[in-house]
């Protein structure tokens, strides 16, 4: 295989990993001629590509938060720079998700914003969802099955169905002008689905749900592992209000 | 030479799951990414094998990387020879491009430089795919930002040189062409005119963006009018055998889809329609 090729291949992807993890730039003398800032468009492109892999591991966040936001760069910056991207596609290393954020240090993981909060989030609706889907919900009572996101927002239950109000103080894409928005998770026994209803501020009510999605992911071991970053609460939660009733 | 009636889909997206499987009645054909059966969940798989009890697959992939410098990937290759095995795909595609060096996977397409030394490298892994795999293989022509510098060949005399080389089929995305020969300012009928005869067995079609500096194949939008008209064409010089349109965003929009899919369909029975009129009324010599 021709030698310069691969030195050439090697040089283009090292400077745009170096690119997305902010890591200093060595001289690249293959790509001195080149296009840096088309170069550093297709580097954003990659990064693209991988936030839409964490919607195998945050279905629900990914879906109503801009994917640019600061927790879904700060992930990939750091998978970027510490892991490498290697092998199979991240869309199946996301399946391993837990492996990789075992690996970053307290440090890291505390600065992560929201995670916590997210994390919890995605585990309560994985939980009831999974519970749902085994039926040992079916006969529950609304003490049993609930669920406290953060101290000022939960999980609810209400016979057969499950809802979930929580409100953002501030939005997670700070490029956006900040807006309260809402969420309402229901699920009904018929559909055998939860679906997320996104309603407005201002139209924040039961009965005016702007539209619904289907949602639909097992008990798996990432989750399992999202339980156990928040049972070992090395998660700092930094952004308390961020959720609340 | 018969003329193929191509058979038209679109590409299997999880998102839009239950929206294609209640208008199957609209597509002869879907197309499947081998990413995604691999990554999906036993149940997704099942869904999957179900879907291609009822309508033919294609199979396509963004992870093989034919351009890379080494190798190809054999555990790769033995996962689409099991998808091609569980869905009876009656064909399977690769783009003309790299996305991984050793130890790093971009799943970006990136574009090879296209020199003598780049097109014997895709010339080699393609003929390594075509080797190991039973159905027929085509290679896509991709969209990208940037030109290497010491590029040779233009685009289409690169993927004709590893496709008649390889022994490869073409699968052309006239999205891609069209945004390509926008943002690096070339006449796509002329690159049209000037692929290998009857070497396009397959075409994507989609929608892309406009941007103040680039056009962007960002797959969420209905298809142009100039994308369409490209199609038109290629169907006058080419005779391809399947037409993908590739949704990834703005699925709440999928009607648009059905409509495109229809539009095709009109597009490809107004052609044949005037290819036997012009049999009909070709003078005899």
Redesign the interface.
């Given at each position: 295989?021709?030698k310069?090729?691969?030195e050439?291949?090697?040089q283009?992807?090292?400077y745009?990993?170096a690119t997305v993890s902010g890591e200093d730039k060595q001289e690249y003398d293959k790509l001195i001629?080149?296009?840096k800032k088309?170069?550093n468009?297709?580097a954003s492109?990659?990064v693209g590509?991988?936030v839409w892999?964490l919607e195998?591991i945050l279905p629900t966040t990914i879906k109503y938060i801009h994917p640019q936001n600061d927790l879904f760069q700060y992930i990939l910056k750091h998978y970027f720079a510490y892991r490498?991207?290697?092998?199979?596609?991240?869309?199946?290393e996301a399946?391993n998700f837990y492996e990789f954020i075992m690996q970053w240090n307290d440090t890291i993981l505390k600065q992560a914003p929201y995670l916590k909060d997210i994390l919890s989030f995605e585990l309560a609706l994985a939980n009831v969802k999974y519970a749902y889907e085994n039926h040992t919900i079916r006969y529950a009572t609304r003490e049993t099955l609930y669920y406290s996101l953060t101290p000022l927002s939960q999980l609810v239950i209400l016979n057969y169905d499950i809802r979930c109000f929580f409100k953002k103080k501030r939005v997670f894409n700070l490029t956006l002008k900040p807006k309260k928005q809402s969420l309402l998770i229901t699920c009904d026994q018929l559909s055998h689905q939860i679906r997320i209803f996104e309603v407005s501020d201002s139209n924040f009510s039961l009965l005016k749900m702007a539209?619904h999605h289907?949602l639909s992911y097992?008990m798996n071991k990432n989750n399992k592992f999202i339980q156990y970053l928040i049972e070992r609460k090395i998660l700092e939660n930094r952004y308390e209000n961020l959720f609340y009733w | 030479m018969s003329i193929n009636i191509p058979s038209v889909g679109c590409g299997f997206r999880g998102k839009v799951k239950?929206a294609i499987l209640n208008n199957l009645e609209s597509f002869d054909i879907l197309e499947v990414m081998v990413?995604?059966y691999?990554?999906g969940?036993d149940n997704s798989r099942e869904i999957f094998q179900k879907i291609s009890q009822q309508l033919p697959i294609v199979l396509h992939s963004?992870?093989l990387s034919v351009g890379?410098?080494?190798?190809i990937d054999t555990e790769y290759i033995n996962i689409v020879n099991r998808t091609i095995k569980d869905l009876n795909a009656l064909v399977y595609s690769e783009h003309l491009s790299?996305t991984?060096?050793?130890?790093?996977?971009?799943?970006?397409l990136?574009p090879l430089?296209r020199?003598s030394?780049?097109a014997?490298?895709a010339i080699k892994n393609v003929k390594s795919v075509k080797e190991n795999i039973e159905v027929p293989f085509c290679l896509e022509n991709i969209s990208y930002?940037?030109?290497?510098?010491e590029s040779q060949y233009s685009e289409v005399e690169f993927l004709n040189l590893v496709c008649q080389e390889s022994g490869a089929d073409i699968l052309l995305d006239i999205e891609n062409l069209r945004i390509n020969s926008i943002n690096h300012h070339y006449d796509p009928y002329k690159y049209i005119d000037q692929l290998l005869p009857n070497r396009v067995q397959y075409i994507h079609v989609a929608g892309g963006i406009t941007t103040a500096e680039?056009e962007l194949d960002t797959h969420d939008q209905k298809l142009s009018q100039t994308v369409f008209d490209l199609l038109k064409y290629t169907l006058k010089k080419q005779n391809p055998k399947y037409i993908i349109l590739e949704r990834d965003g703005r699925f709440?929009d999928f009607l648009e889809v059905i409509d495109d899919c229809h539009l095709i369909h009109e597009i490809i029975r107004r052609g044949h329609h005037e290819q036997k009129l012009e049999r009909i009324t070709k003078p005899i010599n």
């Open positions: 295989m021709s310069n090729l691969k050439l291949q090697n283009l992807i090292k745009m990993v001629n080149y296009n088309r170069l468009l297709m492109m990659m590509n991988h892999s195998k490498k991207p290697s092998g199979d596609t991240f869309l199946l399946r539209q289907f097992p | 239950q990413d995604h691999l990554a969940s963004v992870a890379t410098a080494a190798q790299f991984k060096v050793d130890g790093i996977d971009t799943r970006l990136l430089p020199t030394a780049a014997e490298v930002y940037f030109t290497h510098p680039l709440n």
